[in-house]
Every structure is written in C-alpha cells, then in structure tokens.
C-alpha cells in the first residue's frame, strides 16, 4: 500500500491541486489500482514555489496536469 | 455584558426606479446603536436625497449626543422643498439602543414599528411629542434578549395594492408575517428578507412604491475564535496552543500552515477532507479538538464574497449549505457568532510573494481586513490578537 500525499494549501490550490486530484483519481481508477495506492490530502509542506507539491515515501515532486501521468510512474516504479 | 443587536435591512425600489427613495443608516458605537429609516416623500433621486439627508443627520447628531428637538429642528431647516408639493418632507423611524439595554425609539409618520417579546406583539407606550403642528411618537423601553424591533417604509403595508389585494395588506398583517417569522429562530437578516420579498410578490414584481424593512434581534454573545496565519517568531508556536485553550466558544483554523502548528502543538493529525474539494475552494480538514480547519486566503476570499452576497443580494440562506470550507466559515461568521477573537500571525507565506499569484491575494492581510470591516460593519465585534 503506497500512500500518496498531496498538498492542497493556497499556493498549490491555486497551481491546480484540484485537478492533480482528479487526474490522479481517474489514473487510480483507470488501472484499478484503488487497493495499492491511497490518496490523502496535506496542507502547506513548505515548497511553495515549485507547482503542486505531491509526497510519497519522502521524496517531493513537483506536479502539474501535464507531468502527472509521468511522475505517477516514478513514484509505482520505486515501490 | 452588553446584549447583541443584530441588525440586518433591505430593500426594493420602485418599479422602474434605479435610486430607492427610503435609506437605512446604522451607526454604532461604545455607548449605543443607532438605526434610522427614513422614507423620502416621492420616488427616485428626489426621494433618496431626502431619504438619505434625513437619516444621516438624525444619526450623526443622535451620534453626538444632541437633543432630539435639535434633531427635528435641524430637519426642518435642512430639507430641501418639494416643487410640487411645497413641503419639506420625509418620514422616519429612529431606534437607539443604549448599552445599559434602553431603547430609544422615535417615529414620524413611517408605519408603527412592531415590538415583539416572548412570542407577542407588544403595544408600546408612545408618548405624542407635538413638532410644529404635527406628531412625533417617543418610546423609553428597556429591552431583553430575545426582543424584535422591526419597522419599515409605507411601501410594505401598500404591497398588493392594485393587484394581488384591492388594499394592500394592513400593518396587522405585516406585524403578524414578522411574528410567524420569529417563531423560526430567525436571524435579523431572515426577516428583513423575507417580509421585502414577500412585499416583492405581493406587488406581482413591480412594486408600486420603494419597500424597505429593517429589523433589530435581540441576542446573546455567541463567541468564536479564529487562528489566522502563523507567528513570525516560530517561538511563539507554544503560546498559540496556550491561546486556543481557553479560547473562547468554536475554535477555527484559518491557513494550512497554521493548521501545521496548531496539530503539531496539540500533537494531533490533520486528516483532509476531499468531499469538500471544489475549484474554487480548497478542502476542509480535520484536527481533534478543533471546530473547523481550513485553508487560509482562498477560503477566506471566498468566505467574504459569500456574506456579501448574503447581506447584499438577498440570495437567501441556500448559499451556506455548499460543502466547502469558505460555505461553512461564512456561516459560523453570519449565523453563529456575534464576537470574533482573531489570533493573527504575521509571518509571511513565500508562495504570496510570487509574482505569479493573483494580485488580489498577494496579502492575506488584505483579505482578512476585509472581512473584519465588514463583520464590523454588521456590528459584530471583532478582537484581534497578534501574535
């Protein structure tokens, strides 16, 4: 089970965390992976600056709607 | 401990009109509240120069403490004539409630005010006060929680007239629309509203005359207490917890940072809640012993142009049963509360900076004077507390 934090505080909020959740959602939903991966949301984890600031096993990525898909992979390919 | 007045009004022009010839001034200060309704003779910018010249004055002298003969006098000197009906006129209804719970209330010519107590419509004891050959009607009452003072332009008694009822419907039947309404555990502002739009109606939409109802509630202190945005010197962390402990009534969170440090404190969880996600509105979250937690300057935007709209748009309650942070704080704001303790941080959020972010959010700050100008400006006391 991976645990996937997203930060939805005001700077990503406004850098489209909404819809990194949503993206993530169908991804998750599309390959049935709804038992492996869990979505939880966080507030402010400090990296403001750099686009939606996505957590899992303590590595921050930098997320937006046109990278999701990719970084989604980096993150299953390190389990 | 001083009572709550909850004051809220509203209004409909005349069919036709863009000005509305009636206008409600509230004035508050350390010793009393002021409310003065006032109804210009006429319709449209003649109206509401009288309208508003009336009210002004009575207030800002009520204000400093002049006579009421001063007042009277000061209208009839002031008010400029009608070229049609060669009279200086405009009818009113002034209420001041004093923070030793006397209420002062002062009628010329406006329909009677309704006084409603324990369920009951209450006949006052008006004194006739004689003006240069006409009638003014003074009333000493000392109020209690819970009291209705509701009063209202000519244009509600007249609504109807001509269409839905050959004459209108009478004061009794206003009075008593006011009563059934207080039975609902109504705030002020459900009042007001709901009396302007049934005179709305009753006028088939086209309403024959300006319509204006203002009602004063009279209520308990009900307290909240608001932390917004973290301290500068992260030392401080330590005495936020301090704070929310013997805060005062529903705690709430305001900024995802804050929230950080208030789990983090109290050495709970934040668990985010993302059924209340929406695009505009970030998601609320939970933290043990706190009320509700939400993100800080979106949701307080969006918190400000919900009671906005609330206070200025008559769009009804409907507008706080959203599932989202800013529905939900605007709520506790309106309908929960009338003193706010707000625990203010200054620190700066990095992302705020950011020359990208929408200029109008640059500063919390900003946001949140908003909304304590208008919080204040619905008389409701707001303490701030830096940290």
């Known amino acids: ?39 939880v949301g966080s507030f402010c984890m400090g990296k403001c600056t750099e686009g939606v600031a996505v957590e899992c096993d303590d590595i921050i990525y930098a997320v937006s709607v046109e990278n999701v898909e990719e970084i989604f992979e980096k993150i299953l390919g390190g389990k | 401990m001083p009572l709550f007045m909850d004051i809220a009004s509203d209004s409909v022009n005349k069919v036709h009109e863009e000005l509305c010839g009636d206008n409600v001034e509230v004035r508050i200060n350390d010793e009393s509240v002021i409310v003065v309704l006032a109804d210009g003779m006429g319709s449209g910018v003649k109206a509401n120069i009288l309208a508003t010249l009336t009210s002004t004055i009575a207030a800002t002298m ?4 002049m006579g009421i003969m001063d007042v009277l006098e000061t209208l009839e000197a002031t008010l400029p004539k009608c070229s049609v009906r060669h009279m200086a006129y405009s009818t009113f209804t002034i209420v001041q409630v004093f923070r030793n719970r006397m209420a ?14 324990d369920g009951e419509i209450i006949e006052l004891e008006r004194k006739e006060i004689e003006f240069q050959g006409k009638s003014v009607y003074e009333t000493t009452k000392e109020i209690e929680k819970g009291d209705i003072m509701a009063f209202f332009s000519d244009g509600v008694i007249h609504a109807g007239i001509g269409h839905l009822l050959n004459f209108g419907w009478q004061w009794e039947e206003a009075a008593d629309y006011i009563l059934a309404r207080s039975y609902e555990n109504k705030k002020a502002k459900d009042i007001s509203m709901a009396l302007v739009d049934t005179c709305y109606n009753l006028y088939g939409e086209e309403p024959g005359d300006d319509t204006t109802v203002a009602v004063i509630k009279v ?6 207490t608001i932390f917004s945005g973290p301290p500068l010197d992260q030392e401080k962390d330590a005495e936020i917890k301090r704070l929310l402990e013997r805060a005062r009534g529903k705690k709430i969170v305001c900024g995802g940072t804050a929230a950080n440090i208030v789990a983090r404190e ?118 701030i507390i830096y940290v």
């Open chain 1, 1 to 39: 089970m991976k645990t996937i934090r997203i930060c939805v505080g005001s700077s990503c909020h406004v850098n489209g965390s909404y819809k990194v959740v949503k993206a993530l959602n169908q991804i998750i939903d599309q390959r049935e992976l709804g038992d492996e991966v869990e979505l």
């Open chain 2, 62 to 65: 009520l204000e400093e403490k």
């Open chain 2, 104 to 117: 002062y209330i002062l009628e010329f010519d406006n329909p009677p005010l309704v006084f409603i107590r």
């Open chain 2, 219 to 224: 209520e308990e202190r009900k307290y909240v």
């Open chain 2, 266 to 383: 109290f050495g709970e969880e934040v668990k985010v809640d993302f059924s209340t996600m929406s695009d505009r509105v970030p998601p609320i979250a939970t933290i043990k012993g706190i009320d509700l937690v939400t993100e800080g300057v979106l949701t307080l935007q969006e918190t400000l142009r919900i009671c906005d709209d609330y206070m200025n748009n008559r769009c009804g309650r409907e507008i706080f049963q959203e599932k989202n942070g800013a529905a939900m704080l605007a709520n506790i704001l309106m309908n929960e509360c009338t003193t706010i303790d707000l625990i203010m941080g200054n620190s700066i959020n990095p992302a705020h900076q950011n020359p990208d972010f929408p200029e109008e959010l640059t500063t919390k700050w900003r946001v949140t004077q908003k909304l304590i100008d208008m919080l204040r400006s619905i008389n409701k006391e707001v303490n």
